[in-house]
């Protein structure tokens, strides 16, 4: 089965510091991994997504993520937070099916605030 | 282009009474999906149609949800009769790809069942 674990529900930081958000996975098939952002009272936009090949993968607005199998991680970065930054960040997973299947399981999300 | 269009934005009605809930797709696209997300459980899928056929609907919670797509540009996600657990944002995305994953949200609906 699959699952997604985001740690830290609300995260915290200053303007311009480094935002790291984690997420741990669960996966029976070698999964997709994927990254969505949703802003206030909007649906969710993809920002990146692993599927195979080079495993840091590069997305919208400055976000990276890295694929680390042996840690089962995929944490997304941003070397400078944006005030515009702020919103909440859902990692998520596909499967069971198998990789690039529609079905997605969705982590709980992490709520990002920059301070400024 | 207009994204995915979803109406009503907020709907509060009483417990009991019939709700719709509707979305329009992005032109072209082929594969609908509409999720529920709600504070304890996170994001739901509910049900993923594929040219207009669902083709799974075993997230939908019990017979009082059913949803239709009659065409390629509508689909409609109807609760009756409505409890106060249905409480929730209902979210409705489309893709270009069959089988692929959503990538186009709604901005959602918001549901208050009092």
């Known amino acids: 089965a699959q699952s997604v674990t985001q740690l830290g529900s609300h995260v915290s930081v200053s303007e311009g510091a480094l935002v790291l958000l984690r997420c741990n996975y669960s996966s029976s098939v070698p999964p997709y991994l994927f990254w969505y952002v949703q802003y206030p009272n909007q649906g969710l936009q993809l920002l990146l997504k692993?599927?195979?090949?080079?495993?840091l993968v590069k997305g919208i607005n400055g976000f990276e993520a890295e694929f680390k199998k042996s840690e089962t991680s995929f944490h997304l970065t941003k070397p400078s937070a944006h005030m515009s930054d702020a919103a909440e960040y859902f990692c998520?997973?596909?499967?069971?099916?198998?990789?690039?299947?529609?079905?997605?399981?969705f982590g709980k999300g992490t709520k990002l605030s920059v301070i400024p | 282009d207009a994204g995915v269009i979803q109406s009503p934005r907020h709907e509060v009605t009483e417990m009991g009474q019939e709700v719709t809930l509707r979305c329009k797709p992005i032109?072209?696209?082929?594969?609908l999906f509409w999720y529920r997300q709600t504070m304890m459980r996170g994001l739901e899928l509910l049900i993923y149609f594929n040219n207009n056929v669902p083709i799974d609907d075993s997230g939908m919670p019990e017979d009082r949800f059913s949803a239709k797509m009659p065409n390629a540009s509508f689909s409609t996600l109807k609760i009756q009769p409505s409890e106060p657990r249905d409480s929730a944002v209902y979210f409705c995305?489309?893709?270009?790809?069959?089988?692929?994953?959503?990538?186009?949200f709604g901005d959602g609906t918001r549901l208050s069942i009092l």
């Open positions: 998520a997973v596909s499967g069971p099916s198998g990789a690039g299947s529609y079905q997605l399981t």
């Open positions: 692993y599927t195979t090949g080079a495993t």
């Open positions: 995305a489309s893709s270009f790809e069959t089988g692929s994953l959503p990538q186009h």
């Open positions: 032109s072209g696209h082929n594969s």
